[in-house]
């Protein structure tokens, strides 16, 4: 098992930067791929960034490349995202997870998750 706890969340204004991050316990935090997702109310939870279990294989949406950047630190047993320029679209709830592999972009190939943190971009 691995517990996720996210945080970091908040209300910003566009062209603002958020630093989200989220706290693993549990089983040995390096052996999982760790990725963000985000979902806004009455939409699909969609895929924003992945890491590989060391940090050297990230990947991005569309959306958010260039923009995002997903680090952790598997001393600390965290994983980072730092979001640039926010958008009002951006607004959502940022959610966690751990995977097997940073290949996987559905939320359905992770199995461990967050409870999610509120992000807010206003214009």
């Known amino acids: 098992q691995v517990q996720l706890v996210e945080s970091g969340g908040g209300s910003v204004q566009a062209g603002d930067s958020l630093r989200l991050s989220c706290t693993a316990s549990?089983?040995?935090?390096?052996?999982?791929?760790m990725a963000w997702f985000r979902q806004a109310p009455g939409k699909e939870r969609e895929f924003v960034s992945v890491?590989?279990?060391?940090?050297?294989?990230?990947y991005y949406s569309e959306s958010v490349k260039g923009r995002f950047t997903i680090s952790r630190d598997n001393v600390k047993n965290m994983v980072f995202l730092k979001m640039n320029d926010l958008k009002p679209e951006d607004t959502e709830v940022y959610y966690c997870?751990?995977?097997?592999?940073?290949?996987?972009?559905?939320?359905?190939?992770?199995?461990?998750w967050g409870q999610g943190t509120q992000v807010t971009v206003s214009s």
């Open positions: 997870a751990a995977g097997v592999s940073s290949g996987n972009f559905g939320p359905e190939e992770y199995d461990y």
């Open positions: 890491s590989n279990f060391n940090g050297k294989t990230t």
């Open positions: 549990g089983r040995s935090f390096s052996d999982y791929a």
